[in-house]
């Protein structure tokens, strides 16, 4: 359930999201290693825990990370809103080790590039969130970033979060697809959603309502007057083919 939303997924300035998300994420899951690096570096930033980790085993980052996450969670200063940008251990680094500012494999770009590019797209733009949600059965916490059907980040508060098994798009990760549901009406999606608790098995079966769409408009207000009268006349084929005719017609 989601018991936390930021607004905004995005500010225009990508060290500063992370900065933000980063604390965000740390506030939701503690100092966890696995839980937070899963939840900044995957489920917020679309990149593979695994590669995040081999990565830090390899340049002799992990234990540093860990160090920082206890540290910045101990510190009676810190700040729930922003994790410090520059400096020792500052969100600079931090997307550095994170290979979160480095361009990964064949990727054209980093992911905090990609962040607000096409990722920001994906996610909605302007109705990109990052919301916490609550599991209600072990009550673990996690941020997740979510596209709105609306421009409310209030609206999220107390929706349900559905992961669909199986479901995947080319840039979706796999168990990643979650639907949002509140008063039985799908109010956003997620594409990297992945479960973050044993709980995930869980199967409910939910009842959604179709949205209140506008009644159709009538076919023959587009169409020219000729059509219109053979639409009237004979039908929506006869129509069909008056338009063909009349729009081949040079006269």
């Avoid at 020792?88 to 770009?109: F, K, M, T």
Wanted: with cysteine; proline share 6%.
């Amino acid at each position: 359930m989601v018991h936390q939303a930021n607004g905004s997924g995005s500010t225009g300035d990508s060290m500063r999201n992370l900065s933000r998300r980063a604390a965000m994420t740390l506030e939701l899951t503690g100092p966890s290693f696995e839980d937070f690096v899963a939840s900044i570096g995957t489920r917020l930033y679309g990149l593979s825990y695994e590669l995040i980790r081999q990565k830090l085993e390899a340049t002799g980052n992990l234990a540093a990370v860990e160090d920082a996450l206890k540290a910045r969670y101990d510190s009676s200063g810190r700040r729930h809103d922003w994790w410090p940008i520059e400096g020792p251990q500052g969100a600079e680094w931090l997307a550095s080790v994170l290979s979160l500012s480095r361009i990964n494999g064949d990727e054209p770009e980093s992911r905090l590039a990609s962040s607000l590019g096409r990722y920001n797209t994906m996610h909605g733009r302007e109705f990109n969130h990052v919301v916490g949600i609550i599991c209600t059965t072990c009550l673990q916490t996690s941020p997740f970033r979510v596209c709105a059907f609306g421009p409310s980040a209030a609206a999220l508060h107390g929706a349900n979060a559905y992961r669909i098994p199986g479901l995947q798009y080319r840039m979706s990760i796999p168990d990643g697809m979650a639907l949002l549901e509140k008063k039985g009406r799908i109010v956003g999606r997620m594409m990297w959603a992945t479960p973050t608790c044993q709980c995930a098995d869980k199967t409910e079966l939910v009842r959604l309502h179709l949205p209140n769409l506008p009644p159709p408009r009538p076919r023959s207000r587009y169409l020219s007057e000729d059509a219109k009268t053979a639409y009237e006349l004979f039908g929506d084929d006869v129509a069909r083919g008056e338009e063909a005719d009349g729009g081949g017609n040079g006269d």
